[in-house]
């Protein structure tokens, strides 16, 4: 029912940036927790960063990141475009991987905590 296209992948060198984005087709975006996860091949997905519903009397909101990328990755929404952003700063090597975005009813780090995803994206980042 609720569509996710990712977009924004691409190669970048170790030490750049690369901005990804999620646009979603549901009409109540803005009730949805977002997510972004990551996969290489023979591995798990592995949780990156979420952002929680945007709550009518928050004056912000609540963020998580794992803590490989912490401090690295930002997460924001803007509810009115009904798109999710992954701002990557400071790339390593080791955040090559395939990049998907998730919708849920939950703010959790569990794959299966999600209902609805992207296709992905390719992110290679190359010394």
């Known amino acids: 029912q609720v569509q996710l296209v990712e977009s924004g992948g691409g190669s970048v060198q170790v030490g750049g940036s690369l901005r990804l984005s999620c646009a979603a087709s549901s009409g109540t975006f803005s009730t949805y927790s977002m997510a972004w996860f990551r996969q290489v091949p023979g591995k798990e997905r592995e949780f990156v960063a979420a952002?929680?519903?945007?709550?009518?009397?928050?004056?912000?909101?609540?963020?998580n990141y794992a803590d490989s990328v912490k401090d690295r990755f930002t997460i924001s929404r803007d509810n009115a475009k009904n798109m999710v952003y992954l701002h990557m700063n400071t790339l390593k090597a080791e955040d090559t991987a395939v990049y998907y975005c998730a919708a849920g009813t939950k703010f959790r780090r569990e794959h299966y905590e999600y209902d609805y995803w992207g296709q992905g994206t390719q992110v290679t980042v190359s010394s």
């Open positions: 952002i929680d519903w945007a709550g009518l009397g928050w004056a912000g909101l609540v963020t």
